[in-house]
């Protein structure tokens, strides 16, 4: 039911300036792989590459291979668009709709994309709400009230169930509750828990206790390269490299 | 250098469920109501590829028009002009005759009038408006800002037909009565108020375009000054200097440009202005140097004369200033826009600023 | 002490400029307050039904209205707007979205300047393009004056608004897999729509009130005209004739027609500010 990601070789460029050295990795469907390292050291713009948005800024470059299941997601078939179809992305900063209600941004996805049927939408919008642990709290003004209005650990949720709205194989979270109080991180957090049964997971996180808390495996990055990776239990108890060690003890970043 | 030697823990559950994957080059559903993922293929087809660029393509033609607006204004002006140009040359510009009958045009009483009339507006208007907006911006009560604004930009949305028909029959006879003949009494001297007071003239003409103009100088020159850093104004304030102090070294000074900008906007205004200078100047071709005299701007003669010219050149001189008219407010728009750019650091153009 | 006359000095000093500029800003507001004054009282008593719904009547008779200039002006309005709103939209959307770049620079710079061209010259040029060409004046020629000089405006204000809506938005839009022209169409353009509507309002009411452009495009007209192409009375334009005559019934109706004018684009400017001190400020947090 789940479904992998391969990288391989992965480069990517903002003009001059290298981002990305050679990235190798194999992510493990249905389970939680939590991306760790100083700021600067390209993980947004890893997970970026994996859904093709680093190419929407400008002036940017991607070389490699990267699979989703069997979709090769550069590969020239294939349109960016479809791609991000079938990755969903929590992004750092709560950014839902401003002008729409909280309905139609849980069916933004969906309705932007062509989807007609009424009474489905409903139910989907309504099983989203639930999985992102949202739905009791704003059941009764679906409607009425309007996505930017919600606390900021709503929106976030509120964010989570539009992506989920769209039936991702993959979610991709960008250091999600970076901008939240601890309470809404706690709840964004075990969200993430439930999550993983059904999607794979891959999560940036500057915070290494919510790696440890949340991810089966981590990846340490620095200056744009990978420098470990493997089960999260492992990573922060007996790490390979000295680097991981010197960043998980704390000594820089 | 990466880690591809380290072992990836493998998957042993979950992954063996042939009957959910649809085929080799889409992805299996992941979700319970498998039909959505089929849906989503919107966008994706022939059609749906290319209505990314053909957007593109569409607003790029609207950009365009822009380009081709200017392109035409400037195409129309100077092959509708081609007659005057061929026949008069350069002279045009330098002859004072405006005789329609025998065919003969000079375009100088219109550049004089046009100039002077704009030259009184600023004298009257520069010190208003400025004064107006260092009240605004740095005297008045915080609670009175917001509608003082609000009646300058009102002042900027009256139409000029509405200006010139408050003039006509406000301004002109209170000058005709009162201001004109004062005036001649006590300045007469100056050889710049002599004559029958008409009331009509080129006095009149600049009063009515310093109204005008006003609001533009005084909410451009407000902006300015609001751009000033209060550093700036705290530095001078620290010395122990007075509001005025303050205001004159750490606002004004630093705001110069600016408020130069400001004034030539409201100078290239000035310049291009119509319906209320055409009813108050007396439509008189002539130069003098009375400000008490009617006189004819470059605007008002194409308004008044355009519609009844008869002939090719007669209409094709009167395009001629039109091109003149052009060119002058472009030159003298684009170098105020500098200027205001060099303060405010490149803030939009606002809508009710023209 | 000499210290105290110098501070003596400068205090007079800085009383007096507080002076001028109070008496600058209240001779700034007095013309302000004359005109609507005068408009009042010249026009007000002047306005009634058969001013709004009546053609002029000759010279010499007491009576008639300006019916005809208000639907003549609706008329060279709406083919203006027709025109005009689309065309500034797809431009303001252009520089906003596709034109960070020279050539993008380069249309904006074209759209202020044209925003700085006197509107007669514009006059001039919609005559050479459609009136020369049709041989006679009509409403298409009035509008086509009036879209020229909406475009450039609407442009600018469509690009600032849409620059306001923040990068993040659209990216939770193109992450989800919606096209680039549907998220700059259903998400950007949408967030910043009211902003762009504001636009859109001050830009009409602008050319509303404009003369000049309309002297030989439209030209005007006595009587009732509905075809596109025939000479067209306009408000601004029966105002000017009034104003300028020599009679004095028709002075009166100038009055009126100028209050009517006013009301119509003061009612613009003020429900303009006050959707933006409310409405804006919701859509683009």
Redesign the interface.
């Known amino acids: 039911m789940g479904v992998g990601v391969e990288v391989r070789d992965l480069n990517a460029w903002f003009g001059q300036n290298q981002a990305l050295h050679d990235i190798t990795m194999s992510i493990a469907p249905n389970h939680a792989t939590a991306i760790i390292g100083p700021s600067g050291c390209g993980k947004s713009t890893f997970i970026r590459c994996l859904n093709r948005m680093h190419e929407t800024l400008p002036d940017t470059r991607v070389s490699g291979q990267v699979r989703i299941g069997d979709i090769n997601v550069y590969g020239n078939g294939t349109p960016a668009v479809q791609i991000r179809r079938h990755v969903g992305m929590v992004f750092q900063k709560p950014n839902p709709f401003p002008t729409m209600s909280i309905y139609d941004n849980v069916a933004a996805g969906l309705k932007l994309n062509g989807f007609r049927n009424a009474r489905r939408l409903d139910e989907i919008v309504e099983r989203s709400l639930r999985m992102a642990a949202l739905w009791d709290e704003v059941k009764d003004q679906l409607k009425k009230q309007s996505g930017a209005s919600l606390s900021g650990g709503q929106q976030q949720r509120l964010c989570i169930a539009r992506a989920l709205a769209v039936e991702p194989n993959v979610l991709l979270m960008d250091e999600p509750a970076s901008a939240l109080d601890p309470i809404s991180t706690g709840k964004v957090e075990d969200l993430i828990f439930q999550l993983k049964e059904k999607y794979t997971i891959v999560i940036v996180t500057h915070n290494m206790q919510q790696a440890a808390r949340v991810a089966e495996f981590t990846g340490f990055f620095l200056l744009g390269r990978l420098i470990e990776f493997d089960k999260t239990e492992k990573i922060f108890t007996k790490p390979s490299e000295k680097r991981t060690e010197d960043y998980i003890t704390g000594r820089f970043g | 250098?990466?880690?591809?030697a380290?072992p990836?823990?493998?998957?042993t559950k979950?992954?063996a469920?042939p009957a959910?994957s649809a085929g080799?080059?889409?992805?299996?559903?992941?979700?319970?109501?498998g039909?959505?993922?089929p849906?989503?293929?919107?966008?994706?087809g022939f059609f749906?590829?290319l209505?990314?660029p053909?957007?593109?393509v569409?607003?790029?033609?609207?950009?365009?028009?822009?380009?081709i607006?200017?392109v035409?204004?400037v195409l129309?002006?100077v092959?509708?002009s081609r007659l005057s140009l061929h026949q008069f040359g350069w002279g045009f510009f330098k002859t004072q005759i405006w005789d329609p009958v025998a065919g003969n045009f000079g375009a100088l009483p219109f550049i004089y009038g046009t100039l002077v009339s704009s030259l009184v507006a600023l004298a009257l208007a520069v010190?208003?408006?400025?004064?107006?907006a260092?009240?605004?911006a740095e005297?008045?009560p915080a609670r009175l800002r917001g509608i003082?604004s609000?009646?300058?930009?009102?002042?900027a949305?009256?139409?000029?037909?509405?200006?010139?028909?408050?003039a006509?029959?406000?301004l002109v006879p209170l000058l005709r009565l009162y201001v004109e003949p004062w005036l001649a009494k006590y300045f007469g001297w100056t050889r710049l108020f002599e004559g029958p007071p008409y009331g009509i003239g080129m006095l009149a003409a600049g009063v009515v375009l310093a109204?005008m103009v006003?609001?533009i100088i005084?909410s451009l020159t407000r902006d300015v000054l609001t751009a000033v850093p209060r550093q700036q104004r705290e530095a001078v304030l620290a010395l122990g200097a007075?509001?005025?102090?303050m205001?004159?070294m750490g606002v004004l000074r630093n705001a110069r440009a600016g408020i130069l900008g400001a004034i030539i906007?409201g100078l290239?205004?000035a310049?291009?202005?119509?319906?209320a200078v055409t009813?108050v100047i007396g439509n008189r071709p002539e130069i003098a140097k009375s400000l008490l005299a009617p006189g004819y701007t470059m605007?008002s003669v194409?308004?008044n004369e355009?519609?009844e010219a008869t002939g090719n050149l007669y209409l094709s001189a009167?395009?001629e200033i039109?091109l003149a008219?052009?060119l002058v407010?472009?030159v003298v728009?684009?170098f105020a826009?500098l200027l205001v750019w060099t303060v405010t650091r490149g803030v939009?153009?606002r809508?009710?600023a023209? | 002490m000499s210290q105290d006359r110098i501070s003596w000095a400068r205090t007079v000093k800085d009383h007096l400029a507080t002076a001028c500029a109070v008496l600058a800003i209240l001779l700034v507001l007095l013309p302000l307050a004359a005109i609507f004054l005068y408009l009042m009282q010249r026009g007000l008593s002047s306005i009634n039904w058969a001013f709004l719904t009546q053609t002029p009547k000759p010279v010499g008779e007491v009576g008639g209205g300006m019916g005809n200039a208000i639907a003549g002006s609706g008329v060279i309005l709406a083919i203006a707007s027709l025109i005009g709103v689309p065309v500034g939209i797809g431009a303001g959307v252009f520089l906003a979205e596709y034109g960070r770049n020279r050539f993008g620079n380069a249309i904006r710079f074209t759209a202020d300047v044209l925003n700085g061209v006197p509107s007669i010259v514009i006059g001039i040029v919609a005559y050479g393009l459609v009136v020369f060409r049709q041989k006679h004046f009509s409403a298409l020629a009035g509008g086509v004056a009036l879209s020229i000089m909406m475009i450039p405006t609407i442009s600018r204000a469509t690009e600032e608004m849409l620059l306001l809506v923040p990068l993040s938005v659209r990216e939770a839009a193109l992450g989800l897999g919606i096209s680039r022209w549907r998220t700059t169409v259903s998400i950007t353009l949408r967030t910043a729509a009211a902003g762009i509507i504001t636009g859109i309002m001050l830009a009409f009411a602008r050319v509303a009130g404009e003369t000049a452009p309309l002297l030989f495009t439209a030209f005007g007209n006595q009587y009732w005209n509905w075809k596109l192409d025939q000479p067209t009375a306009a408000l601004p334009l029966q105002i000017f004739a009034y104003a300028i005559s020599p009679y004095d019934e028709w002075h009166r109706q100038a009055w009126a027609g100028a209050l009517v004018l006013i009301v119509l684009i003061v009612s613009v400017v003020a429900i303009v500010r006050i959707v933006a001190s409310r409405g804006l400020l919701k859509g683009t947090n």
């Open positions: 250098m990466s880690n591809s380290l990836v823990p493998r998957i979950g992954t469920t959910s080799p080059t889409s992805l299996p559903p992941a979700g319970e109501s039909g959505a993922v849906l989503l293929r919107a966008g994706t749906g590829r209505s990314d053909a957007f593109g569409a607003m790029m033609a609207c950009g365009m028009t822009v380009m607006i200017l035409l204004i129309e002006l092959l509708n010190p208003l408006g400025v004064g107006a260092v009240f605004i005297m008045c003082l609000f009646t300058t930009e009102l002042l949305a009256i139409p000029s037909v509405i200006y010139g028909l408050w006509i029959f406000v109204i006003v609001p005084s007075t509001r005025w102090e205001i004159r906007l290239g205004r310049l291009g202005e119509t319906m009813m605007a194409i308004a355009f519609s009167l395009v039109g008219l052009f407010t472009i728009n684009g826009r939009p153009a809508v009710h023209q």
